[in-house]
Structure formats: C-alpha cells, structure tokens
C-alpha cells in the first residue's frame, strides 16, 4: 500500500456513517447581490442557504463546497470546515472555471474553432493558475458533450459536432487544467462533463431527455470522454437528463461498468447540481434516501447539492442496507484520495497576497488575446476587404450595441471577471486607429431581450441595457446615416450573452431583434461592410452570406477580445480557425452534420427538402484567410496495408500569397464498404500551420487501426473492416483532393468492448 491508500485507509477506518456522508456531500455557497430574488431559480433563500452550509460546515457534514472564488471567503470557510471535522479533513473547493477566472479566455466553442490543441492547453493553464491562487481545487470542465442541435444553448460550451476533435479538445483541456496530474502546483483537476449523451437534448431543449443508439454513443459521444479519462482527468460530473429511460445521475451501466470497469476510471464523479434529487423528480427514485442509495451505488461518488442533499440520508440509507456499503467506502476512498493529492491536509489554506499577484499577471491576458485572434473564423472575404488598410480608412463606422458590451464581449458562464479592463471591438479598433481616423460608434437598435429571463440574470450585469433615453427609431436613423459618411462600416451583430449557455436553448437561429433589418440598411448605403458575428451557435446568416462581402466570426473573445479582432481586422493577423460545426442555412436543417451516411438517391443530397437546398450555409472546418493555400501531391506510402496496419497520407501545402498565415490541415477518410455503412467522411487527422509567404510544407498524418475502428451494432464491438478506404485532405470537409488505400485482412477486436 502506498503512503496516500494508508493515509486514506487510516481515516476511513475511523469515520462514522455519517462522517462519510458528509465527505461526499458538496454544496453551493452563494453570494448573490443584495436583493436578487433567487427562490424561483434555485428554490432557496439565498440568505438562509449560507446560513445551513455554515452549520453543516461545523458539523463535518461537507466535503467540499462550489461557487466561492473570493479567497479570503475560501480561507475562512476552510477553516470552519477543517475546526468543525473530528478529523479535521478540509473541503475540496470547486467552481465552473469555463473559459477563464478573472482573464476571461475566449468561449470553449471558439477555442476549439482555433483546431490548436496548444492554444487550448495554454488557455486552460493560465484558467488553473488564477484558480488555484484563489483557492480553487477543481473545475467543472471541460464539457465535452458533443453537440449536434444548434438549438441547444449549451453547444457554445463544448467544442462542436464531431468527436475527433472533439477528443482532441478535451485531451487539451485536461492537460491545461491539471498538467502533470492532479496535485501538480499551479493546476487544478479537470472534471469531463457531462456523462454521458447530454448534447443529444430532445428539440435542442436543456435538460430533455436524449435518446442515443449505441451506434451513435459510442461512435460518436462517447470518445471524447474516452479520451480525456486517458488523457488522466481526475473527476467525471453526471448529466441532468434521462438517456435512453434511465436518468443519466442514477445509471450504472455509465459510471460503473462503461467509465470504471471498461474505461479504468480512477478518480471520483460528481453528480450534476441537484441531479441527485432529481432522481425523483425523472419518477426513479421514490424518495431521498433511495435517490442517494442508487446513485452511490450506480458509482456516483458525490453529490452536488443546493439544500436538502440526499447523501445526508445515506446513514439511513446505509442502515436499511439500501446503499451498498463496499460502494460508499470506495466513494468516501475517492473523495480522500482526491484532497490528499492536492495537497489539501498539508496547505489547507491559500496566500491571499499571491492569489491578488498571479490575477494581475499581465502575461495572462496575452494568452488571453492570442487565443481570440486564433480562435476567429473568417467566414466570407469577397474581394479580399479584409484586411482593412488603417492607414488609407479616414473614418470608420462601428455600429450595434454587441459592439461597445463589455459583459457580451466576455460571453456566458464567467462570474469572476473585471469589466473595466475587458476590451470591446469598439475600443479595440479606436486603440489600433489611433489618431489616425475617425471611429465613431453607432448603437443603432434597441437590445433585445429574452422573453423567458435566465437564470444567470440573478448574478447582476448579466441582462444587456440600451444607453439611458435611448431612441430606437432616431438611434436607427443616426446608424445608418454615421455609416453612409464612412470608408467602411463594421457592424457587430449576433446573441447577448445571456441568450445562449445552459438553460438558454432557442427555437430558432435567427439574429434575434432588429439586427438584420439594421444589417440591410447599412449594406444598402453602399459603403463597405465588415460584419463581425458574436455568438456561440451558428446563426441564420442567409442573407449576409450574399450579401455582406466579408464575415468574421468572432465568438465571444474575452478580456482582450477587442484588440485581437483590431489585430484580426487591419491584419497584423491573419485569421486561421475553422468552423467545429457544420453551419446549416436555417434552424428547420438541424441538426445536420457533415458525417452522415450515404443513402437512397444520393445525387439529391443537396435536395432533401423541396423548399431549402438541403446543403449548409458553410461546411464544417471551413475557415478563410489572408494567406492562400495550395494543396498538392497527396500520396500514401502504402497502397494495401493488413488490418493492423498504419498508412501515411503526405500532402504538400503552399501558402502563395505575399503574407504569412496559417492553415489548418484536415484530413478525411472514408471506408467504401464493410459490415456496416460508415459516414460519407469523417475527420481523422488534422494539423495547425503556420507558412510565411510563399512557403511550402509536407504535412503527414498516419492512418492507423485506431482510425479506421468504429463501434458496430450488428456486432455489438468495435471492428475494423477490410475494405478500400479514400483519403481527403484540404482546408474543409468538402476537400476535393484525394487517394485511396485497400486494407487487406480482419483481425479481432482490439479492445474489449462494454455492451451498451
Ligand atoms: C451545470 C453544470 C455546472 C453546475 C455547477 C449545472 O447547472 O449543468 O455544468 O457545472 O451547474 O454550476
């Protein structure tokens, strides 16, 4: 036995019942502004409830507490918890540490768009840096839900529809978040969310039931959890909703035998906040004591709780021998063994000082800003207006209120933020212009707000607000007159903030209040447009896509989002993200993804509907710049390999403009025929680079087992056919240039497979 089982050993043999449920009960801890109204969000007096964790706290009834990021807060309920625990154990802090702490990175959607595994990395180690300063031990991400239904509000918080580089992602993510491991200085645990199947939400609505084959799991859903367990994250958090009948909190099949038993998951899961309870409200459990029973003993090692938590009757539960007391030791093991590797029994506490220090490093908003410049998409640059010349523009234009938003510029589920240094396009581009022009900005249009509020409006500053006295119809006026004065007009159009994240699914993808009609008028002065897209799901751009001669997708950027789009306008640098999302034209196309399989009257993909080309708006990859890139030479080393054979795809890439810009690679394969029909293509290979002026590179990517493998229903395994297999490889999923390669032989199943 190692030093920390003994430890672990050591203090479970003298915890009581109770005592251990405690350790695996976790609890918001609010601080909400004074006045806010939070009993119909959350169904507790957000007064009261400080109040009860307090006194459990002194009870030893926590083992670890959310939502607090203030650390002399963190210190001083730290020490309640520790003074209050017989065996003075301390509390695991954790907190939705999403895109950033106090330097505010871009979305996750955008940091996946930037297809830079390294830039993901970077973005979340500097996320940890901030939290553990504070006293942050665990974040709840990354959500690696694969998200298919642009309706769903929550696809802005993973990173897209496909589950490679989704994978890819998450690997990233969790190595930014916890670097060496958990307990390594300056990091933080990752915890995948949510499993498993959440993104499959009925009608794109939040926390609807998802019903996914096991085709679709496993091929699809499941990977990128797969591959952020191997890439060694240390917690796993459950999801809301019912998938296939059985509430995903309460299901053994996931946590027990998919991520323990096939996976070797060995760290601990958490439910999702109140998930545990909600056992009863999905009509599963029939009351607290058998939700917690049955989900302690479907594996779920702790519960999320807001008040009334269900683990507080595992005692009872425990007792009438309901909870299964092998599966609650192996629990409160976890949890243990979780504190003892942050090093939580040894420096409980944090440095106050430091943690003011490393929030104030200016090197993190750097990361902060190059993670938005690579993480835009340029969507359309006809006639190549972009990049704008800032020295020829005597006057420009900025027009929408998404323009001057600071709160909009940092986009959804960040709390910690500082709006005084948060950099909005408009200040961007009158710091990169300088004395040199004129940059007037024009609100235009009223904000539009939701009709349903959310949630997070209870968290001040959060619902967007026109300038006092503001007049929609003169204010219109005044837009489009300040843009026909310009050399060219930018508008900045998309969704508030608050109107995508969790809980804020939509029914349709349109530019929601007047911002299209405004749109129009302004391209109808004839003046150049530049329209920057701020959002987080694809939204109906039918008509900018003809008519607005360049788009650039801009998410929500950040801190310092404002000076990367200023860097990405006037070209100090070029754009190099893709798009992780196929873009469909209209919300009647969803969901729609680019790896579907080939069916009846093929030729008519594009006509399945007789009313709508049946074909996106922008294919999924797809990603303009200010370079230009050649594609040539695409060979593989080996024409016909066995089936555990590896094929190498090279391909040489040219950059023939005059300026340096980067590319993203992507490769596509295909496998032609075998025991099941395999999707018309599907990304297995991709590579960020970056070539100077005329410069040329071989870019290689081996096609492996790993590859080729792919979960079959008849089987009920994963299998790898023989078959003739073609390669793409281009700048996006509709690449063009290609080869193909025979695999000769079956062979067994690689890895033994979990029936579903
Ligand atoms: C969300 C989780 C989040 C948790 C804690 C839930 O509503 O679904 O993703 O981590 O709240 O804030």
Do not use: C
């Amino acid at each position: 036995m190692d030093t920390i089982q003994s430890r672990v050993e050591e203090l479970l043999a003298q915890m009581t019942p109770a005592e251990k449920a405690g350790q695996l009960t976790q609890y918001f801890y609010f601080r909400l502004p004074a006045g806010v109204d939070a009993e119909p969000a959350l169904g507790v007096d957000v007064d009261e409830q400080p109040r009860m964790v307090e006194s459990v706290l002194q009870q030893g009834g926590a083992g670890s507490l959310l939502f607090v990021t203030d650390p002399a807060e963190i210190n001083r309920l730290q020490r309640l918890a520790v003074d209050g625990n017989r065996l003075g154990i301390p509390l695991l802090f954790g907190f939705d540490v999403i895109h950033g702490l106090r330097t505010i990175l871009p979305v996750p959607i955008a940091m996946a768009a930037s297809w830079d595994p390294e830039t993901i990395e970077r973005g979340q180690s500097v996320a940890a840096r901030e939290a553990r300063a504070v006293g942050i031990h665990w974040a709840f991400a990354p959500m690696v839900d694969i998200a298919r239904d642009p309706r769903w509000g929550r696809i802005i918080e993973g990173a897209g529809e496909d589950p490679y580089l989704g994978a890819a992602v998450a690997v990233a993510q969790v190595r930014g978040f916890q670097g060496a491991g958990p307990g390594a200085p300056d990091r933080i645990i990752a915890g995948p969310k949510h499993f498993a199947g959440y993104g499959g939400a009925v009608g794109g609505r939040d926390y609807d039931e998802a019903n996914l084959s096991d085709f679709e799991l496993w091929n699809t859903y499941l990977p990128p959890f797969k591959a952020a367990i191997d890439a060694g994250a240390g917690n796993v958090m459950t999801a809301y909703m019912d998938l296939n009948g059985i509430p995903a909190t309460g299901n053994r099949w996931l946590f027990t035998e998919v991520l323990r038993e096939a996976w070797g998951f060995d760290g601990f899961v958490v439910s999702d906040a109140n998930a545990v309870r909600n056992l009863l409200t999905h009509g599963f459990a029939a009351d607290l004591t058998d939700a917690g029973a049955r989900a302690v003993n479907a594996g779920v090692d702790m519960e999320m709780a807001i008040s009334d938590a269900a683990y507080a009757h595992l005692p009872e539960a425990l007792e009438s021998g309901a909870a299964s007391p092998p599966a609650v030791d192996a629990s409160v093991r976890r949890v243990l063994e979780a504190k003892i590797r942050m090093g939580l029994f040894d420096a409980p506490y944090v440095d106050e000082d430091r943690a003011r220090e490393v929030l104030a490093d200016p090197a993190h908003r750097d990361v902060a800003r190059i993670a938005a410049e690579r993480s835009a998409v340029l969507l359309r640059n006809e006639g190549d207006l972009l990049p704008l010349d800032a020295g020829s523009l005597r006057s420009i234009a900025v027009i929408g209120p998404l323009a001057a938003a600071k709160r909009d510029t940092l986009g959804p589920w960040v709390f910690d933020f500082d709006l005084d240094e948060t950099v909005t396009v408009l200040d961007g581009i009158r710091a990169k212009v300088g004395e040199r022009g004129r940059v007037d900005h024009a609100h235009g249009i009223r904000v539009t707000q939701r009709v349903y509020p959310s949630m997070f409006d209870m968290f001040g500053g959060n619902r967007p607000e026109d300038p006092d006295g503001f007049d929609e119809e003169a204010g219109f006026r005044q837009a489009v007159e300040l843009a026909r004065g310009a050399d060219v007009a930018v508008v900045v159009a998309g969704e508030w903030q608050n109107m995508i994240g969790e809980a804020a699914s939509r029914s349709s993808l349109e530019l929601p209040g007047r911002q299209l009609e405004l749109l129009r008028a302004v391209v109808a002065t004839g003046t150049p447009v530049v329209l920057l897209v701020m959002n987080g799901r694809p939204l109906d751009l039918r008509w900018p896509a003809e008519h607005v001669p360049a788009i650039l997708d801009i998410w929500y950027p950040g801190t310092r989002g404002g000076d990367a789009v200023a860097n990405l306008l006037f070209g100090a640098v070029s754009p190099g993200g893709k798009l992780p999302f196929t873009w469909p034209r209209t919300v009647g196309q969803v969901p729609m993804v680019y790896a579907h399989t080939r069916s009846h009257e093929p030729e008519n993909q594009g006509r399945r509907y007789w009313d709508e080309a049946s074909t996106p708006l922008f294919p999924f990859g797809h990603g303009l710049s200010y370079g230009r890139f050649e594609y040539a030479g695409l060979t593989v080393d080996q024409t016909a390999v066995a089936a555990d054979g590896t094929v190498t795809a090279s391909v040489e890439v040219t950059n023939t403009a005059d300026r340096e810009a980067d590319e993203v690679v992507q490769l596509y394969l295909h496998q032609r025929y075998g025991s099941s029909s395999r999707p018309v293509r599907e990304l297995k290979g991709f590579r960020r680079i970056t070539l100077a002026a005329g410069e040329s590179r071989t870019v290689r990517f081996p096609i492996g087992p790993d590859e080729r493998r792919y979960w079959n229903t008849a089987v009920r395994d994963w299998v790898a056919d023989p078959s003739t297999f073609d390669v793409w490889v281009g700048g996006d999923s509709t690449a063009q240039l290609s080869t193909t390669f025979e695999v000769t032989e079956t062979r067994p199943s690689s890895r033994p497979g979990t029936e579903p």
